[in-house]
């Protein structure tokens, strides 16, 4: 098979590399990539969010899939324009893509199939949705209604907080369009994980879970990023939990999705909190985690490539999935100011000394080559290195010791990945 990956993440990377590994495949493109897939296949210079380009391409090369990777394309409707010249597409049309393009959307069908989730109110003005905050008090959480890139979040303690993340995302226009409303929930107590599920129609085929530690800061601190490490599988949530909470949280939603006439087809990441009442839904993604599918990838033990092809053509009772019974632990190396304004073009070294360590593997995101051929920081998530071992704590460990034999002068990570896991274990 001919396949074209779209992306150029750390969680690109990994899917490029379990792609790369399978004897289905006879030739993988990835655009844009990034000097790490440059290893696993041919890097094309079309940006993820050019749909037109993307789709253009895939029919000139006769690809046989299309495997994506961010949501942006997703909602900007990749696979409708793969569908329109013939070309499987293994993520969802536009329409269905809303579960992560529009947090309202996804409330809505959360409510009409009766998904446990926290109660919600959207706002289009801001005055509004102020006076509603005061009212009500903290915590509480404020949600950008659109795509903001894992930043349209804020969890406030405070009324206080929640006015200045509503004046942030709708009067002072920093997240664009996707600010233009916002959805107003209660703030939901507990263990937050990330459920994977292949889905096609109203057929779901568990993958996995991993734990994501979303704030930059050690002990949860700071503000949230797009994720600073993941492990997997997380502590107190086992298969048999997980298929649970598949059932309770992700087929009733494809069935509604599947009643209004736009079925979803692609792989379902859905962030739950383990509430003492049961697993709540916290949102919808369309796609894998990152860096979660580092954490998940790495336990691989099947084909990823004949899954993610019988997704495409909604074969789902084909699909086989296995991982290895051991733990992982995946630690993000960023730049020195990220999720702000963030240092780049640093010298990066020592990949190789890394991976040397039994159990490493070392995903690049946010890297480049300068004109010398030198491995350079170019984004705010820079590498994810990750590791696998027997027991979770020998995972954390081991990953560590991969992110000490890195030689990068303007990194910053967390001391505590995998902490709360491990303590949860005792």
Known sequence: MKVLLVGSGGREHALATALAASPALTKLFIAPGNPGTAACG??????????VALAAFAQRESI??????PEAPLVAGLADACVKVGIACAGPTQAAAQLEGSKSFTKEVCDAAGIPTAKWERFTDAAHAIAFVRRRGGPIVVKADGLAAGKGVVVAQTAEEAEGAIIDMMTSDKLGDAGKSVVIEECLVGEEVSLFAFCSGETAVLIGAAQDHKRIGDGDTGPNTGGMGAV???????????????????????????????????????????TNEGPKLIEYNVRFGDPEAQALLIRLTTDLLPALDALAKDRLADVQIGFSEEASAAVVMAAKG????????????????????????VFQAGTALNREGQLVASGGRVLTVCA?????????ETAYRGVAAIRWDDAVWRRDIGARALSAEH
């Open 232 to 274: 997997s599988p997380p502590a107190g949530f086992d298969r048999a939990a997980q298929e649970k909470a598949l059932d309770v949280l992700v087929r009733p939603m494809l069935a509604e999705m599947a009643r209004r006439g736009t079925p979803f087809r692609g792989v379902i990441f859905a962030g739950l909190m383990l």
């Open 338 to 361: 990220y999720p702000g304004d963030y240092v780049k073009g640093g010298c990066i070294e020592g990949l190789d000394a890394a991976e040397a360590i039994p159990g490493v593997r």
């Open 42 to 51: 041919t890097n094309v210079a079309i940006a993820a969010g050019d749909v």
């Open 388 to 396: 696998t071992a027997p027991t979770m704590k020998e995972a954390v």
């Open 64 to 69: 046989d899939l299309v495997v994506p990777g």
